[in-house]
């Protein structure tokens, strides 16, 4: 389901940025959507991990092909030959069972995240082994879908503000972060119209 939030958020983030402005009249057939299941999402960015959305979506779609299911305990049965001739490195293979293995002893829980903040959820989450604070941003941004994350560190985002904003030059994430001053408290939403303007395919996890 789309965020509830998203029209009023395109509405604010064109009055306060003619870039983006752009950019969302340009994108606006599409919009991100949560896959409601939130083992599933971290899996998916796990795979996703210094890829491109191409290669990620390549991988996934072998890994769904190959195994009856997509669940916290066929993932950790899983042969791991089987799972490297999906394309998945034997670092993958680890994270991948580390977060089967926190799922199925309940470590992680739906619930509570529902009345945490975006940091305290991103702590918790990176107790998981392969899940950094990227990953974790992912999370928050495409399965919990709040409206205010900003992934410094994600490569997209850093290219997409360095060719629109600032002539292809590189940036920092200083300069990056008092550049989305202007976007609160919609960074997630201008965050994927940024994502959207780079590749064919929209973002997903």
Known sequence: MTPTYWRQACQT???CDPIMQQ???QFSDASPVSRGCAY???ARSIVGQQISVKAAESVWQKIIGSLPEITPHVIAAADHDLLRSCGLSARK???LQDLSQHFSEGNL???AWT???DETIIVQLTKVKGIGRWTAEMFLIFHLQRPDVL???DIGLQRA???HYFDKQLVDKKTMHELARSWQPWRSVATWYLWRSLDPLPVEY
């Open 13 to 15: 983030l064109s009055a």
């Open 23 to 25: 950019l969302i009249e």
């Open 40 to 42: 599933t999402t971290l």
């Open 93 to 95: 293979i680890a994270y």
């Open 109 to 111: 829980s739906k619930i």
């Open 115 to 117: 009345g945490m903040e």
């Open 151 to 153: 992934p410094l560190d």
């Open 161 to 163: 503000i360095s060719q």
